[in-house]
């Protein structure tokens, strides 16, 4: 014990256990952020990453023979055809139409109108869709092949939908489904597809079928016919990630037939570090931010009913040529639905928390989950340095603090609440006039704050702080068990909060450089909460994201200007009501309310740290006599 | 009772109704919640046993039913008075009643003689640590049964401090005839009754063979309901045999999942035991301090039970809070607080991750409840502690005598 002693008041000097414990707490808290951000790093390198594989040995990829070649190519052409002819059709007769060719071919088909409204503005479509009972099932098991109409961009799915029609065709002729197939043609791959499944699993419709085991939707536009290579797309909504099993199978039929895989648009035949990390970022950026203000590719919307469905996109090349042809992406999708035909239980054998650094390779949870995990500890870690380093000896004065401090963080986290509640509720039109107000608004909240609330002692503060890190690192750690990429990004941007905040201070500075220094952290905090306010946020990422405006190279009044002013009301509406409707339409609970409910008061909070008065320094220094003399 | 205390209960209520009223479908989300109604407390499987009961066939038919007859009486009796959907009006009031009256024996206990002499936190606060805890909260608005039995039994405890044992015995029977747990409480009542009043030994007997009666009157009603002792296997059975085998917050559940089914008699006596094991050590360790000696054991009952729910934290928090002399001695307050409150959050999503979306599994949740019984054995450990220091300087030092509570 004596050498421990010894080692103890080496390390520390003469300080007690606690306050030595006390002083480690922030810079362990700085280094926990680093840490998540230098594991980031080791993410891509080849020994952290795993090669993918079939783990269920049930789906036999790429094992079967396809037959869909030959003459089948004239119906793929001859519905190619018809859906040309469709394109201009009113939603109603197309829907008809589709529906009738369904039936001729011989499935139990019906049409599924959907509206959805929010006052005045109202989205409104029909899907269609049909179901073949399997001859060796009993529909209780269901596979799902789905064509939308509009893909991803809006265009026309006119090869998609001709050979998911031909595929359907085809299908009727093969005795060897032991799952129901249903052919869903949904009007556009967002909304109308997610309230398909919707309805599907909460009312009875018309024509129905088992549980949903899995999915493929098709993605190939343009009249073509050939493609350059496939992409595929598989982030859900709200993190939700298919079983790597699908991934794998597709992956491994395409690698059978020949065809080029890419995800995330990344070119993987380069298969270096800088292009696995490119993959790896764009990855966490599409899982963090799926289906939030545009149409996803229509896999997101089996997410969440325990649907593994993933989307292959077939890529056209500029001049319309390509090395495959249409009759080989009509031959994955018999090979990938022959495999989950094949499936005995659900997908459940391979991960479901991975992150692709390439079509081929992946890291699994157990090693990416530190980056987030890390980095939500060093808040709450930085959340007990705040409580633990203002808990004085007065336990009296410090309830009264402690409770205060409380109802200061309950008002604040309500008035968010309020705010959102107020988003979600006023028509999308008025949204652009509430941010308005609200971006007005926020300027002068630290003057508000400033006036409003009364001069508060360092202990104050810092139990204020302590709430609000304890608070967020709580909700981090949650999230990133079920949105590991948007807890990630949300760490990143909220990480500065915690660190680089300096509250006024109370006693006078003791010397000029003291006084610099003190400057300097002032200017400091104010950077980092002008850069973390949640509407700027959103605002520039709409901006050089969502419109793609480049940043002014040399910053001058003038071109920051017309940086800043690169859009029209309207389009930017557009852009806010869309991220209100993923919320009220498809659930995607992982933007708006963390927004409200997470970003809005931790930077309120900060807001009121930077700017609330401290006490008078008169009576700080008879306070502190006092106190010197008591003790 | 001051006014802050009442204005306390009428804002409790006022919190309890507006939540009711404006989010109709609270309590059938929280009741859907396994950390928070189990089998043997759930208001869905009541009303099921209840229609069954009105209906002429007997409600533990079919292993739906596990909780006591009384509450089928008691039920009956409020669905004539006005309907019992769970957010009819009587149903309403009467839980949030049942609440505030187990406010009320709260800050009774804390004004009665024995710990009157200690340095107590104002009633209101008392009140309010118990009304306002979002675990209470939540299961009352799920309408757990787990409230009436809680109710009894604090209301055992109170009785008890004013030396009011028949009341007091009469009460335990009633908390040990809805959660046979409360049993438990027993060899620390007995420490109770001869210390607080001097009772002699057969007066002892006397309060005991009540007891016995009582519980042996209230089990018959069953019988009379029933007209058979099956009900005996469906309510007491399937608690002490772990019949209903469905994750709740508790060590059990995953053990006995795993488990072959010739090992389950074996481990179901060794995990009765476990929660048996430490009723006598605590009582006698804490001879001098038979409240806390009750308090130790409703927290390790509320780890080793069966059947557990987040309630019973709610309840055992609360009686913490009676003991304010031991605050300054407590050290992992800070810590035992981030454990609990990262495994409340994560328990939800964990079970949502496994049961809804599929991605994850049992293990998830059953790691989550392990950090959560951490949790809770810190507080214990901590607070027994905490009594322990206290019991020694006032051994050390003759002029801080022994706090005899």
Sequence with gaps: MAILQNVRRQLFG?????????????????????????????????????????????????????????????????????????????????????????????????????????????????????????????????????????????????????????????????????????????????????KWVEDYHYTSMPVSSGSIQGGIVLDFPGEGGRFENLEIFYSGLNGQLPNLDLINTV????????????????????????????????GIAHQALSGLYRPGAGNEAFSGWRIDSVTLAAKTSSNGYGPYDQMLYGRLVEASMRSINNLLEHFHQSFFFYLLLSPNRFVSIATYLPTAMLIGASFTIKGIYYWMSSS?????????????????????????????????????????????????????LPITFRLLISAKPASYINKLQSYVLIFVGLFLTTLSTLNFSLSLMLGLIFAPLAHFLTPSLTAPPKSSIECLERLFTKFISWIVVVATCPWLDIYLYYLMVVKGTEFPGQ????????????????????????????????????????????????????????????????????????????G | MDLKTWAVFVASAVLKLSLNFLFPSLHSILGQHVEVTTSMTSFKQLKEGLHLYEIGISPYDGGVYHQAPIFLLLFKFLG???????????????????????????????????????????????ASIYLFNPLVVATNIARSTAVLSNAAMIGSIAYACYNWNILSVMFLALASHANIYSVYLLPPFLVLWTSTTGASTASVIKYLTLYIAMSTGLASIGYFMTGSLQYLTATYGSLLFFKDLAPNMGLWWYFFMEMFDFFRPLFTYIFQLYSLIYVLP????????????????????????????????????????LFRFIFPNVRYALLAALVILHSLVLAPSFYHLWIYLGSGNANFFYAITLVYTIGMTIIITDTLRATLLIEFQGTEDPSKAVIQI
């Design chain 1, 14 to 194: 003469k300080k007690g256990t606690r306050e030595s414990f006390v002083s480690l707490l922030p810079g362990l808290s700085f280094i926990l952020v680093l840490a998540g951000l230098a594991w980031l790093f080791v993410l891509p390198m080849k020994d952290q990453s795993r090669r993918t594989y079939i783990s269920e040995n049930a789906l036999l990829p790429g094992q079967a023979h396809t037959y869909f070649s030959g003459s089948e190519e004239h119906i793929v052409r001859a519905f190619k055809e018809e859906v040309r002819l469709l394109k201009e059709a009113p939603d109603e007769k197309r829907a008809n139409t589709v529906r009738q060719w369904l039936s001729d071919i011989g499935y139990k088909s019906a049409t599924h109108n959907w509206t959805i409204s929010h006052y005045d503005d109202i989205k409104a479509g029909v899907n269609v869709y049909g179901v073949l009972h399997a001859p060796r099932g009993d529909t209780t098991e269901s596979m799902i092949l789905c064509a939308p109409w509009l893909n991803r961009d809006g265009e026309l799915n006119e090869s998609g939908v001709a050979i998911a029609m031909a595929l359907a065709r085809y299908f009727t002729r093969w005795s060897i489904w032991s799952k129901d197939i249903i052919v869903l043609i949904p009007s556009d791959t967002s909304f109308g597809l997610s």
């Design chain 1, 392 to 444: 004085s000896t007065k336990t009296s004065k410090m309830f009264d603090e402690a409770i205060s401090a409380f109802w200061l963080f309950i008002t604040i986290v309500s008035c968010s609440i309020g705010l959102f509640s107020l988003s979600a509720w006023i028509p999308s039109s008025m949204l652009a006039s509430e941010v308005f107000i609200v971006s007005a608004v926020t300027p002068i």
């Design chain 1, 251 to 282: 992956v491994v039929i395409c690698g059978h037939m020949g065809i080029k895989v890419i995800v995330h648009d990344i070119d993987a035949s380069d298969d270096g570090y800088e292009n696995r990390a490119i993959t790896l970022v764009t």
């Design chain 2, 80 to 126: 004539k008075c006005g309907s019992t959907s769970p957010n009819s009006p009587i149903i309403n009031v009467f839980y949030v009643f049942a609440d505030i009256i187990t406010a009320y024996f709260l800050c009774a206990i804390s004004k009665s003689p024995s710990l009157a002499k200690t340095n107590q936190l104002a009633d209101w606060v008392i």
């Design chain 2, 282 to 321: 605590i009582t006698f360790r804490l001879h001098n301090y038979p409240l806390m000696a009750i308090t130790c054991i409703v927290g390790m009952t509320t780890i080793s039970k069966s059947y557990p729910e987040v309630g019973d934290l709610g309840v055992y928090i609360s009686l913490l809070s």
């Design chain 1, 555 to 630: 910053l001058s009044l003038r071109t920051l200007r017309i940086f800043i002013a690169n859009t029209s009301q309207n389009e930017f509406c557009e852009f806010l009501s869309g991220i209100m409707w993923s919320w009220r339409a498809l659930g995607v609970w992982s933007f708006v309310p963390v927004l409200f409910v997470v970003w809005l008061p931790l930077w309120l909070v900060s807001c009121v740290v930077v700017s609330v008065r401290s006490p008078q320094i008169s009576t700080n220094l008879r306070q502190n006599g006092k106190d010197r003399n008591d």
